[in-house]
């Protein structure tokens, strides 16, 4: 379980949002960084802090497209990679 996936997660979707408008650039910008202050806490994140943006994210990379879409599914991907090594469920 690697920090640098949630710092990887949380730059794209820094990057989202610079592609984004109103709430949705809003949205985008505030999952950034709440992923961003996970990163940098002494204990990670959870598996249900975790399902709760990637569920926001599956629901974000089904209204979008292009490079917009392609940020949100890596972000989407990187918090799965971190997911892997969070144990319980």
Excluded: C
Excluded at 22 to 30: F, N, S, T
Excluded at 38 to 43: H, V
Excluded at 54 to 66: C, F, Q, R, S, V
């Amino acid at each position: 379980m690697s920090r640098e996936e949630l710092e990887a997660a949380s730059e794209a979707l820094r990057k989202a949002s610079e592609l984004a408008e109103g709430d949705l650039q809003r949205r985008l910008y505030d999952h950034s960084n709440q992923v961003a202050e996970l990163a940098s806490r002494d204990q990670g994140p959870d598996h249900g802090r975790l399902d709760r943006h990637m569920n926001a994210l599956y629901e974000i990379a089904d209204d979008t497209d292009g490079d917009l879409h392609d940020h949100v599914v890596a972000a989407r991907e990187h918090l799965k990679e971190y997911r892997t090594g969070v144990a319980g469920v």
